[in-house]
C-alpha cells in the first residue's frame, strides 16, 4: 500500500513536471482518433440524415410526366393510376403542374435573372401528402393560398443569392409574385434539373406554389402534367411502373413513367456518399497515421530519457514489473487524456461537418450522432499506442545490465562522405555541436525527423489537394471565359434552321453584340477502354468567337472530334486515334435515332471536364443536322448591366435559357464544395498538429540537453548562444523533414489525384497543382516553427537552476 | 585577494520555514592559493562555491572575485565574470557526451575565447593518446581529466572544484588532486570543496564550517603535507 501511495505520488509529481508535454501528446492523439472518427462517419451521416429527410417528406417512389406540351385534366392521372392491375400497392397519388419559367429575383445590389421552374401541388387538407416541403425560413403554403400570386423559393437558390426570407420575384412576362418563405422537398435537395448537366443552384431556381396558382400563370385551369406517386411497403415498384406505362398509354398523351433512382438529385446525393466517403476515408486515414506515429515517436522519446532512473533502480533491486510501473502511469495518462479529448474533437469535427453538409444540402433533418463504434476502432488504437511508446524502451532498458541502463545511448557518428571517411566538421564547438549532436544519435535524430516529416506530408496531401482541386476550377474558368470573359450560351427550345427569325431576333437584341448559332447534342464516346457520356458542340473551329483551346492538334478538313485531355487519357487514346460516337441520326423531319460514328482525334482540350467534345460545324453532316442549330453564343454589349441580357433574350421566342458560362464553372466548384470545406475544416486541425509537433521536439530535445545546457551556463556561455545552437539543431530537422515529408507528401497528392479521386469522380482531370500559399506555408511550419520553437523555451532556460540540474552534491 | 566574501549570508525560504546556509562568512584568497573548503553535509560548502562562482547569490554581505563586485552585478554581468573568471570541475563531470575528449576541452577555448590549444592541455593532463575518445569510452578518472582540462583550458585565474574525486578510487583521486595542485603553482587560485579530512592535508589554507559558520580558517593541522602523503 506504502509502495502504492509512493508511485502515486511521484506519478503525480511527473505530471506536474511535464504536464505540457503530457497535454501535447494526448492532444496529438486526439487530433488523429478525432479526426479519423469524425471523416469516416460521414457516410453514416448522409445516410441516416438522407433515409430521414426523405421519410418525413414522403419523396415519391414512382413518378408520372406527360410529354413537353401534354396536358391532362384533374384527377384523369389519380384515376388511371386506380386501374391498373395492383392499384392496393397504390399509397398516394398527387397529380401536379410544372411549367418551365424565366426567374428574376434580382435585388438592389445584384441582378439575379435565371431560369426556373414552377411547380404546383395540392395543399390542401395539410398537403401534398407526396413530395411535402419543409420550410426553412418563412412558413408553408396553406390551403388558403390556392390561387393567390403567392409562392415558396427552393432553399438552395435563396441561400446562395442570400435572399430575404420573404419577398418578391418576377417570372416570365413580368408577373410579380411574391415569396412567403424558403422550402425543399425531395427533389429539390441538389439542384438538378432534368435534362441539364452543370446547372446548379446559381442558375436554376425553383418556385413552388399551389396547383390553382400554377395553373394560372400556365394559363391552364383545371390542368395537370404530372403526378408522384407513394407505394405502400411490399410493393413491387417495377411491376407498378409497368402497369403504370400500359394503363397511361390509353391516355392518348405521351408519358414517361420514372422511379425515384432516376431522379438526378437523389440519385447524385445517394450514389456520391460512398465515392465521397472513400476519400474521406484515405484522408482520415492519413492524418490518423501521421499523429499516432508522431506521438509513438516523441513518448518513446520521453520514455528513452528515463533510462538512466530505470538503470538505477536495477542497480537497487528493484524488479522490473515495479520499474516500468512509473513509465506506465505517465502513459495511462496520455492515453486517457487521449481518448477523452479525441471524444470531444470528434464531437466538434461532426458538429463543423454537419454545418459544412447543411451548407450544401439543406435537409429537414441532418443526424451527426457520434458513432461511438468507428470512434471505440481508432480510440483503442490511440489508447494502446502511449503504452506500446513507452513499454518498448522501458523493456529494452531493463533487459540490459543496469550500468548499461545507466550508460547514455550515444553512439559513434556514422561514418559519412565518401569512402566510409568521416566528414570533420569545422568552426567553433557552438557551431559544430548541433551537427554532432545529430549525427552521434542517429536514431533520436530519425525519429524526430520522421516525425515532423510525417506531418509536413499530411499539411502537403491535405492542402495540395485543395490546391489541386482549386487549380482544376481555375483552369475551366480560364479556359471557358478565353478572351470573352461575359459570353453567355443561349440555349433553345427545339432545333431551328440557322436562319430561323428566332436565332435572327437574338442576334438582333440591343443587349447583345455579337452572336453565333452552334449546335449541341448529347452522346457517348468508347473505345474498346472505357466510354464516356459527353456533350458535343459544333461550330466553327477556326473562325468562331469562342474555339477551345488546342494543346494538340489541329482541326482537319476531315470530319473529327476534338477531345478533353482527361477523355483522351481515359479513352486511351492520342490524336489520329480513331473512337466510337454514339450521336442523334436525324431519321426523318422531326424524328430521331442514333447511331455510331468511327471518327478520328483531331485534337486536345484543356477543360478539366472529360465530357466536353468539340466538332467543327460542317460536320453536322455526320448527324444529318446541317444548317440546324439550338443554341445561340452570345458576346453582350460592353455597356450592358448583369442581368439586362438574361432579361431581354428570355422575353424572345425560342429562347429556353441564358447562361453565363461561368455558370458551369460554378456548378463544378459546387461540385467540389463539399470537400474543399471538409479539407479546409481538417487542415486547421493540421496546422494544430504541426504547431503542437514543433513544440514538442523542442521541449523533449531541451529536457535531454538540459544538463548540457547548464554545464554551458556554469561556463559563462550565454542564453542565446545555447538558443542558437538549439535553433540550429532544429532547423537541420526541419529543413531535412520538410524536404522528406515534400516527396511523400507529393507522392501522396499524385496517387490521390490520379488513382483516387479518379475512381470517385471520374468526369474531372485534376493535376498536381502546389500553390505558392501552400509551400510557404509548408517551409513556415515545417522549418520556421520547428526552428523557432526552442526559442519558446527562453523562459525555462532562463530559471534554469543551475546547482541543482549540475548536482553540485552537499 | 583574488576572493573577497564580507558578512556574506544564504538564507533560502522566509518567516518559520527559512533555512540558513551560510551566516557571517568571511573568507579571502589569494591568487595561486590552494584552499580546501571542508566540512559535513549540510555544512554549507557547496553554497559557498556556488555563491564564489556567481552559480548562486548571497542575501547578504559583499561578493568580490576577481575585482568584480558579483553581488550587485547584474544577470549579464555573471555570464560574463563565469566566462573570464572562474571555471569549474564537477563531482560528477558533467561532460558533453556527444563530444569527444578533444572537443569538451575545445568547447573551454570557445566559451572563454582562451588562447591556449586543447591538445596542449589534454596532453599536459596525461589524456594525449584520448583525443578522440567520447566520454562513455574513458575511465572515471580519465573523464576526470578532461573535465579538468576543459576548465584549466579557459585561462581563468579561479577553479572551483566540487568534490573532485567524489566518484573516484583512492589512487585516481591523488591524481587528480596532484593535478590540481599543479596548477595552483601556476598562478591560478585553486578552492576545493571536499568532506575529506585528508585531502585537507594537502592545501596551503583550510577554511572549515559547520551549520554555515566558518569555524576555523588556517593552515592544516599538523601543517601542510604531500599529496603522495594522503590516504584514505
Known amino acids: 500500500m506504502k509502495a502504492l501511495s509512493l508511485i502515486l505520488r511521484w506519478s503525480w509529481r511527473d505530471l506536474r513536471a511535464h504536464w505540457a508535454k503530457v497535454l501535447s501528446i494526448a492532444l496529438v492523439i486526439a487530433i488523429g482518433t478525432g479526426a479519423y472518427a469524425g471523416l469516416t462517419s460521414n457516410a453514416n451521416w448522409r445516410r441516416l440524415s438522407y433515409d430521414a429527410s426523405y421519410s418525413s417528406l414522403d419523396m415519391y417512389d414512382v413518378r408520372v410526366a406527360l410529354a413537353t406540351g401534354g396536358y391532362l385534366q384533374e384527377s384523369e392521372l389519380a384515376s388511371a393510376a386506380a386501374q391498373i392491375a395492383h392499384s392496393e400497392w397504390i399509397g398516394a397519388v398527387e397529380e401536379r403542374l410544372v411549367v418551365p419559367t424565366q426567374v428574376d429575383a434580382s435585388t438592389p445590389t445584384e441582378s439575379i435573372v435565371v431560369r426556373g421552374e414552377i411547380t404546383g401541388a395540392d395543399f390542401s387538407d395539410g398537403g401534398p401528402s407526396v413530395n411535402g416541403y419543409h420550410a426553412f425560413t418563412g412558413r408553408l403554403l396553406t390551403d388558403a393560398d390556392a390561387g393567390q400570386p403567392v409562392v415558396m423559393l427552393d432553399r438552395n437558390f435563396a441561400r446562395f443569392y442570400a435572399l430575404p426570407d420573404g419577398g418578391t420575384i418576377e417570372i416570365s412576362g413580368g408577373r410579380p409574385l411574391g415569396y412567403v418563405g424558403q422550402a425543399t422537398t425531395p427533389e429539390y435537395f441538389t439542384v438538378s434539373p432534368e435534362g441539364e448537366i452543370f446547372l446548379s443552384e446559381a442558375n436554376f431556381a425553383g418556385v413552388f406554389t399551389t396547383l390553382e396558382t400554377a395553373q394560372q400563370l400556365a394559363s391552364r385551369e383545371g390542368a395537370i402534367n404530372g403526378a408522384v406517386i407513394t407505394l405502400v411497403p411490399g410493393a413491387d415498384r417495377d411491376l407498378v411502373v409497368a402497369e403504370l406505362e ?565 | 585577494m583574488i576572493v573577497e566574501l564580507k558578512d556574506v549570508a544564504k538564507r533560502y525560504g522566509t518567516g518559520p520555514v527559512s533555512v540558513t546556509a551560510l551566516a557571517d562568512v568571511e573568507l579571502f584568497v589569494a591568487p595561486s592559493e590552494f584552499v580546501v573548503v571542508l566540512g559535513p553535509s549540510g555544512s554549507g560548502k557547496t553554497t559557498l562555491l556556488n555563491i564564489i562562482g556567481a552559480l548562486d547569490t548571497a542575501s547578504e554581505g559583499t561578493v568580490r572575485v576577481n575585482g568584480i563586485d558579483i553581488s550587485a552585478a547584474s544577470r549579464r554581468e555573471l555570464f560574463e565574470f563565469r566566462r573570464t573568471s572562474v571555471s569549474f570541475v564537477f563531482q560528477s563531470f558533467n561532460l558533453f557526451p556527444a563530444l569527444t575528449a578533444q572537443e569538451n576541452v575545445q568547447f573551454g577555448v570557445d566559451a572563454a575565447g582562451s588562447p591556449l590549444h586543447p591538445n596542449d592541455v589534454l596532453r599536459s593532463v596525461g589524456l594525449a593518446d584520448k583525443l578522440d575518445r567520447f566520454p562513455h569510452e574513458l575511465s572515471g578518472g580519465e573523464q576526470q581529466r578532461v573535465a579538468i582540462a576543459r576548465a584549466l583550458v579557459t585561462n581563468n585565474p579561479i577553479l572551483l572544484c566540487d568534490e573532485p574525486t567524489g566518484e573516484l578510487d583512492f589512487r585516481t583521486g591523488i591524481q587528480i588532486l596532484d593535478l590540481l595542485q599543479k596548477h595552483a603553482t601556476d598562478g591560478r587560485a585553486v578552492l576545493v570543496v571536499t568532506h575529506n579530512r585528508e585531502i585537507s592535508r594537502m592545501a596551503d589554507r583550510v577554511v572549515e564550517l559547520s551549520n554555515g559558520h566558518v569555524v576555523s580558517d588556517g593552515p592544516p593541522r599538523g601543517g601542510k603535507a604531500d599529496v603522495a602523503e594522503l590516504h584514505w
Open chain 1, 246 to 810: 400500359a394503363t397511361l398509354g390509353s391516355l392518348g398523351v405521351g408519358t414517361e413513367v420514372s422511379t425515384r433512382d432516376d431522379n438526378l438529385s437523389y440519385k447524385a446525393l445517394t450514389e456520391d456518399v460512398d465515392n465521397d466517403q472513400r476519400i474521406f476515408n484515405v484522408l482520415a486515414f492519413l492524418l490518423f497515421s501521421g499523429a499516432v506515429v508522431a506521438a509513438y515517436i516523441m513518448l518513446h522519446r520521453l520514455a528513452q530519457q528515463q533510462r538512466r532512473e530505470i538503470g538505477v533502480a536495477m542497480a537497487l533491486g528493484v524488479p522490473p514489473r515495479r520499474i516500468a510501473v512509473r513509465p506506465l502511469l505517465v502513459s495511462a495518462q496520455i492515453a486517457v487524456l487521449g481518448v477523452v479529448f479525441g471524444v470531444g474533437i470528434g464531437m466538434l469535427v461532426g458538429n463543423a461537418m454537419q454545418g459544412i453538409m447543411e451548407n450544401f444540402v439543406p435537409l429537414p433533418i441532418w443526424q451527426t450522432p457520434f458513432q461511438t463504434r468507428l470512434f471505440a476502432g481508432v480510440a483503442v488504437a490511440g489508447f494502446l499506442i502511449p503504452f506500446l511508446a513507452t513499454a518498448i524502451p522501458v523493456v529494452n532498458a531493463v533487459r540490459v545490465k543496469p550500468v548499461d541502463a545507466i550508460r547514455p545511448l550515444y553512439h559513434k557518428a556514422v561514418p559519412i562522405g565518401r569512402r566510409g571517411r568521416k566528414v570533420h566538421t569545422h568552426g567553433s564547438t557552438f557551431s559544430r555541436m548541433p551537427v554532432h549532436n545529430l549525427r552521434r544519435s542517429p536514431w533520436r535524430s530519425g525519429f524526430t525527423t520522421l516525425a515532423v516529416g510525417l506531418v509536413v506530408m499530411v499539411l502537403i496531401a491535405f492542402f495540395g489537394l485543395m490546391d489541386s482541386i482549386f487549380g482544376a476550377i481555375d483552369d475551366a474558368e480560364v479556359e471557358a471565359t478565353g478572351t470573352l470573359p461575359d459570353r453567355a450560351v443561349v440555349s433553345l427550345d427545339g432545333f431551328y434552321p440557322a436562319d430561323a427569325p428566332q436565332i435572327a431576333a437574338i442576334g438582333d437584341a440591343a443587349t447583345v453584340a455579337k452572336a453565333e448559332p452552334t449546335l449541341r447534342v448529347g452522346g457517348r464516346i468508347s473505345t474498346p477502354v472505357e466510354e464516356i457520356d459527353v456533350l458535343v458542340e459544333l461550330l466553327n473551329l477556326r473562325t468562331a468567337m469562342w474555339r477551345p483551346t488546342l494543346t494538340e492538334g489541329a482541326p482537319d478538313h476531315e470530319p473529327g472530334v476534338i477531345l478533353a485531355e482527361k477523355a483522351a487519357a481515359d479513352l486511351g487514346v492520342e490524336v489520329g486515334d480513331t473512337v466510337t460516337l454514339r450521336h442523334p441520326q436525324r431519321a426523318g423531319p422531326l424524328s430521331f435515332t442514333f447511331s455510331d460514328s468511327q471518327l478520328p482525334v483531331l485534337g486536345l482540350h484543356p477543360y478539366p471536364v472529360r465530357n466536353f467534345v468539340y466538332m467543327d460545324a460542317a460536320d453536322a453532316s455526320v448527324m444529318g443536322l446541317t444548317g440546324v442549330v439550338n443554341t445561340v453564343q452570345v458576346d453582350p454589349v460592353d455597356t450592358v448591366a448583369e442581368g439586362d441580357l438574361q432579361r431581354e433574350l428570355f422575353s424572345l421566342p425560342g429562347v429556353a435559357s441564358v447562361l453565363p458560362v461561368l455558370s458551369v464553372t460554378q456548378a463544378l466548384e459546387e461540385q467540389m464544395g463539399v470537400f474543399t470545406s471538409v479539407i479546409q475544416l481538417i487542415a486547421v486541425l493540421v496546422l494544430v498538429l504541426a504547431v503542437l509537433i514543433a513544440f514538442l521536439t523542442s521541449s523533449i530535445s531541451l529536457d535531454a540537453r538540459v544538463r548540457e545546457h547548464a554545464t554551458m551556463f556554469a561556463y559563462g556561455v550565454r542564453i542565446r548562444t545555447a538558443l542558437r545552437m538549439a535553433v540550429t539543431e532544429s532547423v537541420i530537422i526541419g529543413v531535412v523533414a520538410t524536404v522528406i515529408g515534400i516527396a511523400g507528401g507529393l507522392a501522396m497528392l499524385s496517387w490521390m489525384t490520379s488513382s483516387l479521386l479518379a475512381s470517385t469522380l471520374p468526369d474531372v482531370g485534376l493535376n498536381v497543382v502546389l500553390d505558392l500559399a501552400t509551400i510557404v506555408t509548408v517551409v513556415v511550419l515545417g522549418v520556421v516553427a520547428v526552428a523557432v520553437a526552442p526559442l519558446f523555451n527562453v523562459r525555462r532556460m532562463r530559471r534554469l537552476d543551475l546547482p541543482g540540474t549540475l548536482r553540485l552534491v552537499e
